[in-house]
Antibody
């Protein structure tokens, strides 16, 4: 059974940093691209970032480019999102999401999601 | 960037009803279109991928169609567990984009 366990959220002051983690199980983690998607309170879904299966390819939404860094450790079946220079508008539930097809050069066809972790940016 | 627009933003329906949600893309996305269901406080759940393919384990009461710029999700015989918010997502190109969501409420 595919499981994705998101963690690392919390309350942080504007300008601060936070690192999110997503621990995967039930599938061959190193074969799949992984993304982070966020949802501000009461709002819709917004894609944030993707990392390819071996970690050499990354893309970011314009809203986080230069501030967030996505990475993965395939030996630990874990996806990360390092968030720096946090702003109030980054307040959201952050979900990791798994791509459907292994070893694919195309991304964003999500089949499984983590349960989400809440990041609150406030003074 | 490609924008996705869903309609309606919300709808009220009764148990047993058939409902249809539309998703329009600002430019063609082929069949690179997915649908998700989200209940309050929960993660999104995959329903449909490749515009019309049913995710494993999803009941056949959910169906979808379309290609290019216009897509529809249809739910037949609405049940209490189907009341939720539904999102479309294009994954044709970078960046992917979600529709704003359609909230299906009980009449």
């Amino acid at each position: 059974e595919v499981q994705l366990l998101d963690s690392g959220g919390g309350l942080v002051q504007p300008g601060g940093s936070l690192r999110l983690s997503c621990v995967a199980s039930g599938f061959s983690f190193s074969s799949y691209a992984m993304s982070w998607v966020r949802q501000a309170p009461g709002k819709g879904l917004e894609w944030v970032s993707v990392v390819g299966d071996i970690g050499d390819t990354t893309y970011y939404a314009d809203s986080v480019k230069g501030r967030f860094t996505i990475s993965r450790d395939n030996s630990k079946n874990t996806l990360y999102l390092q968030m720096n220079s946090l702003r109030a508008e980054d307040t959201a539930v952050y979900y990791c999401a798994k791509d459907r097809w292994p070893n694919s050069g195309s991304y964003y066809d999500f089949d499984y999601w983590g349960q989400g972790t809440l990041v609150t940016v406030s003074s | 960037d490609i924008q996705m627009t869903q309609s309606p933003s919300s709808l009220s329906a009764s148990v047993g009803d058939r409902v249809t949600i539309t998703c329009r893309a600002s430019q063609g996305v082929g069949n690179y279109l997915a649908w998700f269901q989200q209940k309050p406080g929960k993660a999104p759940k995959s329903l449909i991928y490749a515009a019309s393919k049913l995710q494993s384990g999803v009941p056949s009461k959910f169906s979808a169609s379309g290609s290019g710029t216009e897509f529809t999700l249809t739910i037949t015989s609405l049940q209490p567990e189907d009341f939720a918010t539904y999102y479309c997502l294009h994954y044709y190109s970078h960046p992917p984009a979600f529709g704003q969501g359609t909230k299906v409420e009980i009449k």
